[in-house]
């Protein structure tokens, strides 16, 4: 009986440990997808900004990439929260 009682509380276990697993990575992918939809709505503004300006399609992409990088700090730590 206690070799019974002890397989079943290590099955509990598992599947505690892997219903945590799920709810970490659900939570990353969460903060992840909300990450990059506003790295798309800064990406938009910023090109919809650049050109009402006369910048060239080049010139805006890579003002876009430079601001994203600069921000790339920022992003980190919405993840790692």
């Given at each position: 009986?206690?070799?019974?009682?002890?397989?079943?509380?290590?099955?509990?276990k598992?599947?505690?440990?892997?219903?945590?697993?799920?709810?970490?990575?659900?939570?990353?992918d969460?903060?992840?997808?909300?990450?990059l939809?506003?790295?798309?709505?800064?990406?938009?503004?910023?090109?919809?900004?650049?050109?009402?300006?006369?910048?060239s399609?080049?010139?805006?992409?890579?003002?876009?990439?430079?601001?994203?990088?600069?921000?790339?700090?920022?992003?980190?730590?919405?993840?790692?929260?």
């Amino acid at each position: 009986m206690g070799t019974k009682k002890t397989t079943d509380m290590n099955i509990e276990k598992e599947l505690r440990c892997d219903a945590e697993e799920e709810i970490a990575e659900v939570t990353i992918d969460e903060k992840l997808d909300s990450i990059l939809m506003k790295i798309q709505l800064m990406e938009k503004s910023i090109l919809r900004k650049s050109e009402a300006h006369g910048e060239s399609e080049t010139n805006r992409k890579q003002f876009v990439m430079k601001h994203v990088f600069e921000n790339v700090d920022e992003f980190e730590k919405k993840i790692l929260l």
